[in-house]
T-cell receptor, first 115, second 112 residues
Framework: GAVVSQHPSWVICKSGTSVKIECRSL??????MFWYRQFPKQSLMLMAT?????????EQGVEKDKFLINHASLTLSTLTVTSAHPEDSSFYIC???????????FGQGTRLTVV | GENVEQHPSTLSVQEGDSAVIKCTYS??????FPWYKQELGKRPQLIID?????GEKKDQRIAVTLNKTAKHFSLHITETQPEDSAVYFC???????????FGTGTSLTVIP
């Protein structure tokens, strides 16, 4: 299966600052990556689809100016939470669809705490 | 878009008993249905999946059934063990390169 690495695993930031989360596909080139958000004891909510070389596709209700996604290469997608507020505190996780096109492989997730 | 519903939200069973989790989906174009197990603070791990051209699939103690007509699929875990305790998510996808839509999750507790 695909190996997906996400960094950092956890981050604490002050309210008003921006945080960048990286998602890397280590063993194959991913034209598409997905970003999810998970609140405690809740499901994974799809935020956006990251497309290599083009703009990300955001799900309804997700602020694209607040959650900036850049997919500059076939192995790296970044999610930047801009002007973070305490309500942005959550578990953010990326995924990649494997080379055979169906199974999703997840990064280890990033626990963001905004204080 | 796709809407995936999952029941129950919590489930407690005695060790050795069976556990069943059910999901429904809304988009008839969805054709791939994986089940993930997630332990606290960790990434989801695929435990079994089924494609729309198959009605049932089994892997040791785990099985999944799919009813395309009714748009529902179920996870069956037999001879449950304490290490099966986790949160389980179903998902639906339209296949290659498409996003996954997850159910709301089921917190399974296996009581020794």
């Amino acid at each position: 299966g695909a190996v997906v690495s996400q960094h950092p695993s956890w981050v604490i930031c002050k309210s008003g600052t921006s945080v960048k989360i990286e998602c890397r596909s280590l063993d194959f080139q991913a034209t598409t990556m997905f970003w999810y958000r998970q609140f405690p004891k809740q499901s994974l909510m799809l935020m956006a689809t990251s497309n290599e070389g083009s703009k990300a596709t955001y799900e309804q209700g997700v602020e694209k100016d607040k959650f900036l996604i850049n997919h500059a290469s076939l192995t790296l997608s970044t999610l930047t939470v801009t002007s973070a507020h305490p309500e942005d505190s959550s578990f953010y996780i990326c995924s990649v669809t494997g080379r055979w096109g169906t199974e999703a492989f997840f990064g280890q997730g990033t626990r963001l705490t905004v204080v | 878009g796709e809407n995936v519903e999952q029941h129950p939200s919590t489930l407690s069973v005695q060790e050795g008993d069976s556990a069943v989790i059910k999901c429904t989906y809304s988009d008839s174009a969805s054709n791939y249905f994986p089940w993930y197990k997630q332990e606290l603070g960790k990434r989801p791990q695929l435990i079994i999946d089924i494609r729309s051209n198959v009605g049932e699939k089994k892997d040791q103690r785990i099985a999944v059934t799919l009813n395309k007509t009714a748009k529902h699929f179920s996870l069956h875990i037999t001879e449950t063990q304490p290490e099966d305790s986790a949160v389980y998510f179903c998902a639906a996808s339209k296949g290659a390169g498409n996003q996954f839509y997850f159910g709301t999750g089921t917190s399974l507790t296996v009581i020794p």
